[in-house]
């Protein structure tokens, strides 16, 4: 019986891989890599195999997203489509697992227990749910976090998940600060958009400004390209401002990565991928 435990590069998931450190022997701890990941994440990784005192096996799909983006036919994945979630993260676990009976421990707290996070339908892998049985919400993540010496990513400066630097589930305050902190991998993920939106151009699927406002099947973010978006910088920032300041009024003496969760832009989405924001 193998026992596995997925760390996204978040909160939960990190504290899970803690918790059970000293509780389950012979544990194995992956991170399904995409090859899209933020920097802080990777870095992120690396100071917490040093809490666990051991590596952190990186999975990587056979394939990337170049491949999987051209098997699709160049659909971005969205909210509708999460193509990537099931080929480059999903798919790779179980093949990484195989046949072998393993118990997949799960970051799912006590505080968001309608929450789904990825429970797999092979019949040799069994979800547990520790933080959930043992009573453990977001303070006690943050309580184990803190004692341990591994705080937070970076990336929770600005940002409210972990995931792939061009993730669909992005507010529009979090492509500004991907513009801004990391511009080289903005500029990548406005180059695979244009490619689409070129694409079905050549395909004479209607006009650019009618496939850009047609939502996520021609662009990141609903409704507009990203070079809109970030033409809209100071009023996309604005509008978060208030909400960030909405949210600490409402509930006062919250860290940084609370207010941002919290603060919901009326153009954004609140929820996460499955597997990507634990």
Do not use: C, N, Y
């Given at each position: 019986m193998r026992h596995v435990c997925g760390i996204s590069g978040g909160k939960d998931s990190s504290a899970l891989a803690v918790y059970l450190r000293d509780r389950v022997p012979d544990l194995e701890y992956f991170f399904c890599d995409t090859g899209a990941e933020l920097p802080e994440t990777y870095e992120y990784l690396n100071r917490l195999e040093v809490v666990l005192g051991k590596p952190i096996v990186r999975i990587n799909s056979?394939?990337?997203?170049?491949h999987w983006f051209e098997v699709f036919r160049g659909t971005l994945p969205s909210p509708q489509m999460r193509w990537c979630t099931r080929q480059m993260k999903i798919k790779p676990l179980e093949e990484w697992l195989g046949s072998d009976e393993a118990v997949s421990y799960v970051a799912i707290r006590a505080d968001e227990q309608n929450r789904k996070g990825y429970v797999s339908t092979k019949p040799n892998i069994r979800a547990v749910f520790p933080f959930i049985e043992d009573g453990i919400d977001h303070d006690g993540v943050m309580r184990i976090l803190d004692d341990a010496g591994v705080g937070l990513p970076d990336y929770y400066e600005w940002r409210t998940r972990s995931g792939c630097y061009f993730c669909f589930y992005q507010r529009k305050a979090?492509?500004?600060?991907?513009?801004?902190?990391?511009?080289?991998?903005?500029?990548?993920?406005?180059?695979?958009?244009?490619?689409?939106?070129?694409?079905a151009g050549e395909n004479g699927d209607a006009s650019y400004e009618s496939r850009a406002m047609r939502g996520r099947h021609y662009?990141?973010?609903?409704?507009?390209?990203?070079?809109d978006l970030i033409a809209r910088r100071e009023e996309i920032l604005t509008r978060h401002a208030?909400?960030?300041?909405r949210a600490r009024r409402t509930r006062r003496n919250l860290p940084l990565v609370e207010v941002l969760a919290d603060a919901l832009d009326d153009d954004d989405d609140s929820q996460a991928c499955v597997v990507c924001a634990l």
């Open positions: 056979e394939r990337g997203f170049d979090e492509w500004v600060g991907l513009a801004e902190r990391h511009p080289e991998l903005f500029e990548r993920a406005v180059a695979i958009e244009q490619k689409v939106l070129t694409d662009t990141w973010s609903g409704g507009e390209t990203l070079p208030s909400s960030m300041e």
